[in-house]
Nanobody
Framework: QVQLVESGGGLVQPGGSLRLSCAASGTSFRLYAMGWYRQAAGKQRELVARITSFDTTNYADSVKGRFTVSRDITKNTVYLQMNSLKPEDTAVYYC?????????WGKGTQVTVSS
């Protein structure tokens, strides 16, 4: 059974940092494009960052320069390093794996940025 499991969310003060992890199991995600999405209360889910199998990355304008997506193929894990967090980054963050029209999603991890 293919699974994506996110971890690392929590409560952090503005200006703080968190690192999210997405551990994949059931298949190798080496060839997948992996993405981090987020959904704030009352808003649509949006792409935050994405990394392809060639390690090319792209980011939402709102997080450029603050967030970094990376992957460790040996651990079948994708990371999202989030620095200089802002209250507007508060959301549930979801991991996504995509290949040839097939999508896998994790259940999400809550990130709350508040003083």
């Amino acid at each position: 059974q293919v699974q994506l499991v996110e971890s690392g969310g929590g409560l952090v003060q503005p200006g703080g940092s968190l690192r999210l992890s997405c551990a994949a199991s059931g298949t190798s995600f080496r060839l997948y494009a992996m993405g981090w999405y987020r959904q704030a209360a009352g808003k649509q889910r949006e792409l935050v960052a994405r990394i392809t199998s060639f390690d090319t990355t792209n980011y939402a304008d709102s997080v450029k320069g603050r967030f970094t997506v990376s992957r460790d193929i040996t651990k079948n894990t994708v990371y999202l390093q989030m620095n200089s967090l802002k209250p507007e980054d508060t959301a549930v963050y979801y991991c996504n794996g995509q290949l040839a029209g097939v999508d896998y999603w994790g259940k999400g991890t809550q990130v709350t940025v508040s003083s």
